[in-house]
């Protein structure tokens, strides 16, 4: 008897079907069986669907005599599973990547709850990707299993029946099936998330939801829609025979009249003359289950109304959300008026040569070279005031005590960049901010670079997206100083801004403390980590061929299991990727059974480099940070040719690799296992990559910085300048 029965109905599907079809097989956990039914689809999916069933034995196909609508099609699949668990899969959506072995293991670890509620994203023809804006309701529900009682919260998701796997032998000792019409998902899942004894929840995305241009049955505009009062009908009948859930009742009341106004709201759904039709039999639904001492308000409450009424209160709201916008495009517009004389009042006194202001990664707090140098600045110069630019209040509350701080587009903002001598950044100030005569701007950049930035964008239409070059070297025109860790960085940067900076053999001020063996902090203890542990740090970085940039390269569950006892597998996502819904996609669920670590959020990355046995990565410039420890680095390079034809690189990194490159998991999961990935000839490359790429960094860096750019000091170890644009930029071949 497979773990799990897939049952997905199919009707006039056939530009998706294979796709979906290929995600349920293609799965790492193959335990399963997949009952495609053939709703009698007029177009190609009944023949694709016994080509699949030709070639997988596991593929079993029904041919319904008759269309029967998707319900029903779902019903006439179930007598045929044999599954201890089913999952309903809508044909035009798929399987994420390892989705089948993480419900797998959560239901073997909850004990094999009646229902497992899972999280999806929404995929838009277009290419965007959104994950469920309500996956917070699961990530708190907690490791145990309960039931909608204990946590109410739970109907709060999306009613829908594809977000779930049910038990067999539950859904078969209530008997529930699914209704004709559309909205048949609701008089399904509202019976089963009552009745259900043990329902555990699984924080990780394993359905990609498909928002299809066109052909979406419930965005299609028709009076089908009236289905959903029939629906919820049935949803009372289920309540009334079933004295034990009556409290349920007030919620369904009221969320029936929220599901009917939303329905209504939207353009799409009823057409314009069945619309008043419509709100009337909400309204006579809404009395008529309505029960005693029942909460109407908000909302709901216009279902005691007239349509009159709903129709004037309606275009009242727009008019009031319309009023608002003016009013806050009013307030912005005077406000700029105002921060503009302020600013410029304080840009009529001198500069203050001692205050230096900083600011990393977009305001996002202490991170990176500027902290460093901050961090430098305060022990050997006291004298020097730093204010750190912020973006919000709750990016300043995370400041460690004592550093002050303003927020962007605050009066003080504009009062300290209107008087400060200096300014140290690793990405561009915004554009507003007007570098006066006298200022020093000292831009550190964010590492050294392997793909194209800056002007070297202009032959790279999809990594460009969103970014204005010109405006972005009209920006980098500000700086007066560009620090550089090694001659290759002095020349990729002269080429992809062409501007009138110096160049400053500084080093990375960051990598100091790599350098001085500082940084190791209490990221091992922290995060339990036992010391005679390995640890395998993980860092891909994100590509400009998928929109979004996220490209699952490697099964983390796989790779960790196949590094064995003694190893902990450590993930850090890209900052870029760190709020999408990549992590969603497992790393959540696996850091929370402790399977990884997930360092995404760690914001001292010098610390997680220090605490790493070997360094697993892609194309993320990490690689020439972690270089300064002398430890093993792998290049896992399984789809370079795809990466440098979208976004260019300088080098051709898998000719002059810092390690052992892999171009496929097998090749990875063999290095790994062999032992091969520190050996001698791993060392050599290393070597190689040391002496040309840490050429500058001594672990002075920051102090460099300070006595020579912020004070004017000499130094025993003065930096080389190289002033303007350097000579020999022909000398830079791009990859």
């Not at 809404?286 to 029942?294: L, T």
């Amino acid at each position: 008897m497979p773990r799990f029965s897939v049952i997905v109905p199919c009707y006039k599907v056939q530009g998706y079907l294979r796709e979906c079809l290929d995600s349920v097989l293609g799965q790492s956990f193959g335990d399963l069986e997949l009952i495609a039914v053939d709703d009698c689809s007029p177009d190609g999916c009944g023949a694709i669907l016994d080509e699949y069933a030709a070639r997988d034995p596991r593929v079993k196909v029904l041919h319904l005599p008759e269309n029967v609508g998707l319900g029903r099609a779902r019903n006439a699949g179930v007598p045929h599973a044999g599954g201890d668990y089913l999952f309903f899969l809508d044909s035009d959506d798929t399987l994420t990547p390892g989705a089948l072995r993480a419900v797998a293991d959560r239901l073997a670890e909850s004990g094999d709850p009646d229902v497992l509620v899972f999280d999806y994203a929404r995929t838009y023809w277009w290419g965007g990707a959104r994950r469920n804006v309500l996956a917070g309701v699961l990530a708190e529900a907690g490791p145990d299993a309960f039931t909608a009682a204990a946590y109410p919260r739970i109907l709060d998701l999306l009613m829908v029946v594809w977000n779930k796997v049910y038990r067999r032998d539950f859904v078969a000792e209530h008997g529930f099936e699914f209704p004709p019409g559309y909205y048949e998902d609701t008089p399904w899942t509202f019976p089963v998330m009552l009745s259900a004894r043990r329902i555990a929840v699984l924080d990780r995305i394993c359905v990609h939801y498909r928002q299809r241009r066109q052909g979406n049955i419930l965005s299609t505009t028709s009076r089908k829609h009236f289905d959903i009062h029939d629906q919820y009908e049935r949803v009372f009948a289920f309540v009334e025979q079933r004295p034990e859930l009556a409290r349920w009742r007030p919620y369904l009341h009221r969320k029936m009249g929220e599901h009917c106004l939303d329905i209504l709201a939207k353009p799409d759904r009823l057409p314009p003359a069945d619309k008043a039709e419509f709100f009337r039999r909400t309204a006579e639904l809404f009395r008529r289950h309505r029960p005693e001492g029942a909460r109407v308000d908000g909302e709901v409450a216009l279902l005691e109304g007239s349509w009159t009424g709903y129709r004037l209160r309606r275009q009242a709201g727009r008019a009031g959300r319309e009023a608002a916008r003016r009013a806050v495009r009013a307030r912005r517009a005077a406000g700029a008026r105002a921060g503009a004389g302020w600013a410029a009042l304080h840009a009529r006194r001198p500069l203050d040569p001692h205050l230096v202001v900083y600011s990393a990664s977009s305001h996002r707090g202490l991170l990176g070279d500027p902290a460093a140098v901050h961090a430098a600045a305060r022990e050997i110069a006291p004298q020097l005031r730093g204010v750190w630019v912020v973006r919000d209040a709750e990016t300043a509350a995370r400041l460690p005590s004592g550093v002050e701080h303003v927020v962007v587009g605050s009066r003080r903002y504009l009062e300290v960049t209107a008087r400060a001598a200096f300014f140290v950044n690793d990405v561009n100030w915004p554009g507003a901010l007007a570098k006066r005569p006298g200022s020093v701007h000292i831009h550190t950049h964010q590492g050294t670079p392997l793909k194209h930035l800056g002007a070297d964008l202009r032959d790279r239409p999809g990594a460009r997206l969103g970014f204005d070059v010109p405006q972005m070297l009209r920006r980098a025109d500000r700086w007066d100083y560009s620090l550089v860790a090694n001659r290759h960085s002095e020349l990729v940067w002269e080429r992809a801004y062409p501007c009138h900076f110096t160049s400053v053999r500084t080093g990375s001020p960051r990598n100091d403390v790599l350098v001085n063996g500082g940084a190791a902090g209490d990221f091992r203890e922290r995060h339990g980590i036992p010391a005679d542990h390995t640890v395998v740090l993980y860092a891909p970085t994100c590509r400009d061929y998928r929109r979004g940039g996220y490209v699952e390269r490697i099964d983390l569950a796989r790779f960790a299991a196949d590094l064995g006892q003694g190893h902990t597998l450590v993930v850090r996502l890209h900052p870029s990727l760190a709020n999408g819904p990549a992590r969603g996609m497992g790393l959540t669920e696996l850091a929370r059974r402790r399977v990884v670590v997930d360092a995404t959020d760690e914001l001292r990355v010098q610390e997680v480099l220090s605490a790493a046995d070997v360094l697993v990565t892609d194309y993320s410039s990490v690689m020439f940070d972690y270089a300064n420890l002398d430890r093993p680095i792998v290049v896992h390079a399984d789809d370079w040719p795809a990466f440098r034809a979208s976004r260019g690189a300088y080098l051709d990194i898998t000719a002059e690799p810092p390690g052992h490159v892999t171009r496929s998991y097998r090749e990875l999961a063999r290095l790994f296992a062999s032992g091969a990935w520190r050996d001698e000839e791993s060392a050599r490359l290393r070597a190689a990559f040391r002496t040309r790429f840490c050429e500058f960094d001594d672990g002075r860096a920051a102090e460099r910085v300070v006595r020579t750019l912020l004070l004017g000091e000499p130094m025993d170890a003065e930096p080389v300048r190289i002033p303007g644009q350097a000579g020999a930029r022909d000398t830079l071949t791009s990859a």
